[in-house]
């Protein structure tokens, strides 16, 4: 592009001194005779620099200035105000209105060419700075979008804007935290193909983040299927609590779209559990100077992994802290008591379903029929305790279903809350046996050992059967 200088006069003679500007090969030297035609000039086309006589047609020099400095992109362009020697003129005006300099003439060619030389150069300069600085802007919007992939938009904006927040440290901050964990997903997996369980956890994971973000949440860390959120931290809010329970019903809700989505890819659908706490940790930067991440620390953030265990697919579990924190009116489906590792006390867990303005979020209730079989499948089972198998297998009969629960009878009562992975045989009248993981949700009968149990996972074929047999009003 080659660079514009213009020249406003209504002197012949100052046009002529002007001309020795030509001397300067990589500037093209332009001129203009009445104010209108310098208006319908495009500065943005490189234009560097512009001089007005002060007795130019069809406007005074000064109001020219006035009027250019008003118009948009003109305000960047230095502006010289030319004068006779010999008239009186009020140059304080034209600065006043926006002119950078002024020459008087006859002008001094030494002179004219340092003034030039001195505004091209600050010009550029000018222009450098304003790219630079574009750049820079340019790379921090970057670097907020990249950090954003891995951290909420509150930290991101924390390390960004603050040295602190880039520092190592943290403080103790009352928060709510949520642990969501995918039901199942660990037995699916070894029924798909790697590329597969990818494709699944970034359908499942993509949405999630989402509907996190616009709670204003903090993901602490997504482990495979798990994912650990923050609220109320690093941003302090005084509706961490309801916000927290809203998001939750809120990613229940979304499983739906997400079910949708995977059996456009024919990937079997998914269920999720969602467990909610409340109370101090200690939340900041923690790693070391090549690696850190903003994380929430301390036993509390382990409870809320705890009742996290205790949730079924659909289901939201929070602690009585969490409730308590609430005044927001909220559906409570049922009450469980829980006892943590290491506690001193039990703990009672509200099953949510719903809550009330601003948030208005409910999930939908299915009542469900079971089927009863003619002939009860026979099942061997072991108990999981921490994820791990028990060595000791019992017998058990599995007498009705639904596609999401299943009434059985067992050799040794069954405790409430206990996972149990049963293989089930198949049946003369058609049942086709498989395996199944499930918990037990309600004891029936204790002196029968007659249990309800809430399905966590099913093998394909067992799965299908069901599906294709179950009744739900």
């Known amino acids: 592009m080659r660079h514009h200088i213009l020249i406003v006069d209504g002197s012949s003679e100052t046009h002529q001194l002007l001309g020795a ?22 500065p943005d086309d490189g234009l560097q620099l512009i001089f ?28 010289i105000l030319l004068g006779a020697r010999s008239a009186n003129y009020d140059f304080a005006h034209g600065f006043a209105v926006g002119a950078d300099d002024y020459l008087l003439t006859p002008i001094n060619e030494h002179e004219l ?5 001195t505004f091209l150069k600050l010009n550029l300069l000018r222009r450098e700075l304003d790219e630079r600085t574009q750049e820079l ?29 880039r520092e190592l440290g943290g403080e103790e901050r009352v928060v709510t935290i949520l642990m969501s964990d995918l039901r199942g997903f660990s037995a699916m997996s070894t029924d798909l193909g790697p590329q ?23 993901i602490d860390e997504i482990i495979g299927d798990a994912i650990l959120v923050i609220f109320g931290a690093p941003v302090a809010s005084p509706d961490h609590a309801a916000r927290a329970v809203a998001c939750a019903l809120a990613m229940q809700l979304a499983m739906s779209w997400v079910n949708q989505q995977l059996a456009a890819i024919d990937a079997p659908s998914i269920e999720m ?47 009585e802290h969490t409730h308590a924190k609430i005044d927001v009116p909220l559906r409570i489906d049922s009450t469980i008591t829980m006892k943590a590792k290491g506690a001193s006390a039990s703990m009672t867990l509200y099953e949510v379903s719903a809550l009330g ?46 596609d999401r629960h299943a009434e059985i009878t067992t050799e040794t009562p069954l405790s409430h809350l206990s996972n149990v992975k049963m293989t089930l045989e198949s049946t003369q009248d058609g049942f086709p046996g498989g395996v199944a993981y499930g918990k037990v949700v309600k004891e ?21 059967w069901i599906d294709q047999r179950v009744t739900v009003t």
């Open 196 to 218: 597969s369980v990818i494709e699944v956890l970034n359908i499942y994971l993509e949405t999630m983040v989402d509907v996190i973000g616009s709670y204003q949440g903090t």
């Open 444 to 464: 029936i009968q204790a002196d029968t050992a007659t249990a309800r149990v809430r399905f966590t996972s099913l093998d394909a074929p067992l799965r299908n």
């Open 113 to 117: 060419l340092a003034r030039v030389r």
């Open 137 to 165: 802007v340019t790379t921090q919007e970057t670097s907020r979008r990249t950090l954003g992939r891995f951290v909420s938009e509150d930290v991101a904006n924390n390390m960004l804007d603050s040295p602190a927040g």
């Open 357 to 402: 303005a601003p948030y208005s979020l409910e999930l939908p209730q299915n009542q469900e029929a079971l089927t009863v079989l003619d002939q009860p499948a026979t099942f061997r089972y072991l108990v999981l305790e921490d994820k791990f198998l028990g060595e000791t297998s019992y017998e058990g009969k599995l007498h009705s279903f639904s």
């Open 273 to 319: 559990g969602i467990g909610i706490h409340s109370g101090p940790v200690v939340v900041g930067n923690i790693g070391s100077a090549h690696r850190m991440k903003y994380a929430a620390v301390g036993p509390n953030v382990n409870l809320t992994g705890r009742i996290e265990s205790f949730s079924t697919g659909g289901q939201i579990l929070i602690s």
């Open 52 to 79: 007005i006589d002060l007795t130019a047609p069809g406007s005074t020099g000064t109001e020219l200035c006035r009027r250019l400095k008003l118009a948009p992109g003109w305000q960047q362009i230095p502006t």
């Open 21 to 42: 500007l030509s001397a300067l090969p990589e500037h093209v030297i332009e001129s203009a005779l009445s104010a209108e035609l310098v208006l319908e000039t495009n």
